[in-house]
Every structure is written in structure tokens, then in C-alpha cells.
């Protein structure tokens, strides 16, 4: 099968975190089941393509549209976002599509990646679940909140997934959820865990940490409230009362959604393990390529996911796959993935972790063999060839569906989408600053402040014509503008485009000689 998947993140570039992870794994293993695999992504910096490992990765920037749409920027940060990514991919998707044709796309359901690819249907769609946009609402994770501009978002994810010819779920906890977000059969919702690599990941090769006479306690991820660092960092005083000889290693960039307003958790973590004197027994490592990690579970005698919620974890998965005993929470999947290889304590009870830390530190028969069995385990259930063949047969279903449905929310030929969906854009942007400009004192003041700083010479000739209206209007003269009136107008507005030729032409794809797929 050729085989598109759609997501936003690809390591290393924008290797974020676990979706990244999957994505590259999946990749990897139906290309050696012999299947054909493009990836189109985001860049960084600049678009290009790129291989890994025989895989090749189409990079795309968002899409640019006249103005950035900075009054939507203002209101809707978030879903202005989405569209300009969710563009990108699309419009790249879509040309590739056209010069050879694929025989299904896979993508994220998370901020509606593959919003198109579900509307428009030339292609058959798998959707995998994350965790969708009305989770974090339900749940206020990393404190998102029920705005406008988050329920927009969380509506495009529904409106992706609802549209999609087969779900599929990592883990049953999140199967249940968006059962119950969409009423929608749960028995429609497939289960396929996420896959490893497991000679990759393996308990055999180079540590990151020498020997130092410590028994190492290890935290991979994000440093967020979700990810639940902050009760890991809780029981480090715990842990260091009983076990002297522990350290911490934690690894992971620093965010600024600290609970109560925009502040580097790092810095809170610092501050609190100052406050119990323990700074020294923790090291703090920014987020490292996922190459190098095996290397660091390998230095761990314990590793830690004290998740508030997570579907599941990468980071559970290869910890297990090093032979590693994990300690892990029963907030979302991690159970599924653990199951009797592990510690599973309940989320936010940094008590709970301390002891099993604790446990496993002391006990050093047991804490081998609970790595043995999540060693074995990852090779019985969640290898990534096992993994991409049960894809596969998802695959062929999702073409089944797709060749039996007549489902099409737009009507319009394909190549119309974009343009249309820019323009949109640029409209709703004018109505907001039409408002704005019309409602807000202070905002007509900030408007007329940028003019006077960038282009100062278009504002004086915008006074000067002002003036000279409101003059003839005052002598009875209006509608009956003067030579010279017509020609400042005429300067005024020189060198303007229709503005939505421009951003209907800004859209449009390259040309491309042939085209035989979709419908």
C-alpha cells in the first residue's frame, strides 16, 4: 500500500512528544512490512523534504495569508493555529496526492489534523486518538479553559473524527471518553496500542550515567501539570528520608502553564525542592533526541509517570522496553501498558509514589524482576511490526468503507477548498477588525499609531483627504470631489489588489500534469 500519514509532529524536528513517537514507529514498521510511507509534517524553519531511514518527510510552514489574520490572532489564537497548519498539510498532502495517488491517509484526531482529508474524501482516513480537544476542557488540563476559541477547536476535532472512515483508540480509557463525547458506538472504536522498537529500546547497550553509588530515579516528559512532575518532586523528600542514596533525573523542557497563571514550572520546581533542601539530590535535563534515550533508561533503576492523565505514555512503554520497573498512575492508559509488570498508584498522591519509590529502591530481587516482566511484555504485545500489521488490516477495512460510502460534506471540486477556506479566513479577520475599528476607542488609537510609526506617509495623505471630505461635505460640495480630490483618492489607494483575488490565489496548488485519484 502507498500510505500517507498526516501529523503535525516528526521528530526531530518537531519531535514534541508522543505523537511524534508513534508516528516515526509506525512509519518505520510498515515500511518493513514493505509498504510505501510518506510523512508530511511541520517545519521548523524552512519547507523541504527530507529521508529517515528510507521514510521520506515532506516539511511544510503554516500557511500564510494576507495579514496573519491578526484580529482573529488576538481573539482566537488557538483555532487560527489549527486552520493555518491544518492548510499546510493539506495543500501538500493533496498535491502528492495528485501525482500519485495514495491508497489511504493516517492522522491524528488532536487539533483536527486531518480536517480536509475527512470533508473532502478522496482518500480512505484513519484517525488515531490522543486526546482530544474536549478532554482537556472536561478535565481543565494545562488549564484550558471552555472558551470560544477552544470549543471551536474541539468542534473541527469532532467534525474530523465523526468524518473519518475507521477511529482507532491506544488505550480503552480513551475509547470510552470519546464514545461518550460524540455518541458514538464504541464497538467502532479499534484498539491498537502503541508500538516500539524494541532492539532500539533494549536493556543491552551504552548508559548516560556512570556509576556514581546512586540508585537512580528517572522522570521523561514535558515538565506540565499533566504530566504530573509536581507530585514526583513532592515525594523526593520522602524518598531521600528513607533512601539516602537515591538521585533524580528529570528530562524535559520547561513550560510556562504553571497552575494559577503563565509561569515557568521549572522555576516552581526549583523553588520547592529549595524550600524541602533537596535541590541536590535532583538534575534537571532539557528534552534530549529520542536516539539518546535508551541510554538514559538504561541508567535508571526506576522509572516514573506520575501522570495526571495520559493515554498512553511513550515514556511507560520505553522504560519497559530497557527492562526498566516503572511506576505509573491510573489516570488514563498506563495501566493497559503496565498491567502486572509494574507499580500503579493513583494520579496527584505523591505519597502513594514516594513508597512505591521507595519499594523498588530497596528491594533490588523485585525491582528486577518487574523490568524482566515489562521487558517481556513489550515483546509479546506492543513490537512494531505486530503493531503496523494490525494497522494494515485497519487499512484495508478503511478502504472497504470508504468505496461503500457516498459521505461528502463539500460538493466542490477539491482544488476549491483551499481558496475557499482562505478567504473565510480573511473575511472573518475584516469582520473583527470592522468591529473592533467601529466599537473600540483604544483600538482605533493602536490602528492609527502603527500607521503613524510604519507608514507615515500614507497616514498624512489619509488626514489631508479626511479633512478635505469633511470640508466639501461642510460647503454643501459632497459627492461632487474636485480634480484634485480624485487624484489624492487615487494615490491613497494605489498599487491595492482585490484582496480576496490575492488570498484566493495564494492558496491555489502548483500545477500538476495528471491527476487520477480521489473523486
Not at 503554516?62 to 488576538?74: C, T
Not at 513490537?383 to 494494515?392: D, G, L, M, S
Request: aromatic share 8%.
Amino acid at each position: 500500500m502507498r500510505v500517507c500519514l498526516i501529523s503535525r509532529e516528526y521528530p526531530p524536528e518537531t519531535g514534541f512528544g508522543g505523537i511524534a513517537t508513534f508516528v516515526r514507529h509506525l512509519a518505520h514498521g510498515l515500511k518493513e512490512l514493505g509498504h510505501e510511507v510518506e510523512v508530511v509534517s511541520l517545519a521548523k524553519e524552512q519547507e523541504r523534504r527530507v529521508e529517515d531511514d528510507g521514510v521520506i518527510v515532506h516539511r511544510v510552514l503554516p500557511f500564510k495569508i494576507d495579514g496573519e489574520l491578526d484580529k482573529v490572532n488576538r481573539c482566537m489564537p488557538y483555532s487560527r493555529y489549527v486552520m493555518l497548519t491544518t492548510i499546510a498539510l493539506w495543500r501538500k498532502f493533496y498535491q502528492l496526492h495528485r501525482e500519485r495517488p495514495f491508497d489511504v491517509a493516517d492522522s491524528p484526531e488532536l487539533l483536527a489534523e486531518s480536517l480536509y482529508a475527512s470533508v473532502l474524501r478522496v482518500v480512505p482516513l484513519v484517525i488515531r486518538l490522543y486526546t482530544p480537544h474536549s478532554k482537556f476542557m472536561a478535565e481543565n488540563l494545562h488549564n484550558t479553559a471552555a472558551t470560544f476559541d477552544h470549543m471551536f477547536v474541539a468542534m473541527l476535532e469532532r467534525l474530523a473524527m465523526t468524518s473519518a472512515d475507521v477511529l482507532t483508540s491506544p488505550s480503552v480509557d480513551l475509547a470510552e471518553f470519546v464514545s461518550a463525547d460524540l455518541n458514538y458506538p464504541i464497538s467502532n472504536i479499534h484498539i491498537i496500542q502503541n508500538p516500539i522498537d524494541p532492539v532500539e529500546f533494549s536493556p543491552s547497550g551504552p548508559r548516560a550515567i556512570g556509576e556514581n553509588g546512586k540508585k537512580n530515579v528517572l522522570f521523561v516528559g514535558r515538565l506540565e501539570e499533566r504530566k504530573g512532575i509536581q507530585f514526583l518532586i513532592d515525594a523526593v523528600p520522602e524518598v531521600m528520608r528513607q533512601c539516602p542514596d537515591a538521585h533524580f533525573v528529570v528530562i524535559g523542557d520547561d513550560t510556562v502553564n504553571a497552575s494559577g497563571g503563565q509561569r515557568s514550572v521549572l522555576a516552581d520546581l526549583r523553588t520547592a525542592l529549595h524550600r524541602s533542601d533537596c535541590l541536590r539530590h535532583v538534575t534537571f535535563i532539557p528534552r534530549i533526541p529520542l536516539t539518546e534515550l535508551p541510554a538514559y533508561y538504561r541508567s535508571a533503576d526506576v522509572s516514573v509517570i506520575p501522570s495526571l492523565y495520559d493515554n498512553s505514555p511513550y515514556t511507560c512503554l520505553e522504560a519497559m522496553a530497557c527492562g526498566r520497573a516503572v511506576v505509573g498512575t491510573s489516570g488514563g492508559g498506563t495501566p493497559e501498558y503496565v498491567g502486572d509488570a509494574g507499580i500503579i498508584v493513583p494520579p496527584r498522591d505523591s505519597s502513594a509514589l514516594a513508597q512505591s519509590i521507595v519499594k523498588l529502591l530497596k528491594d533490588a530481587n523485585y525491582r528486577q524482576r518487574l523490568g524482566t516482566s515489562a521487558r517481556t511484555r513489550v515483546l509479546e504485545k506492543f513490537q512494531r511490526k505486530k503493531i503496523a500489521e494490525e494497522t494494515v488490516r485497519l487499512y484495508e477495512l478503511a478502504a472497504e468503507r470508504f468505496k461503500a460510502s457516498r459521505k461528502v460534506l463539500y460538493l466542490r471540486n477539491p482544488d476549491e477548498a483551499l481558496p475557499d477556506a482562505a478567504v473565510m479566513l480573511y473575511c472573518f479577520d475584516r469582520m473583527l477588525y470592522n468591529l473592533l475599528y467601529q466599537e473600540s476607542w483604544r483600538f482605533r488609537l493602536s490602528y492609527w499609531w502603527h500607521h503613524a510609526a510604519h507608514r507615515p506617509r500614507l497616514l498624512a495623505a489619509k488626514i489631508l483627504l479626511a479633512g478635505i471630505r469633511v470640508s466639501l461635505k461642510l460647503v454643501g460640495m459632497k459627492g461632487r470631489s474636485p480634480a484634485v480630490v480624485k487624484w489624492l483618492e487615487q494615490k491613497v489607494s494605489a498599487g491595492k489588489e482585490d484582496p480576496l483575488a490575492v488570498i484566493r490565489a495564494s492558496a491555489e496548488l502548483p500545477e500538476v500534469v495528471s491527476f487520477s485519484g480521489g473523486k
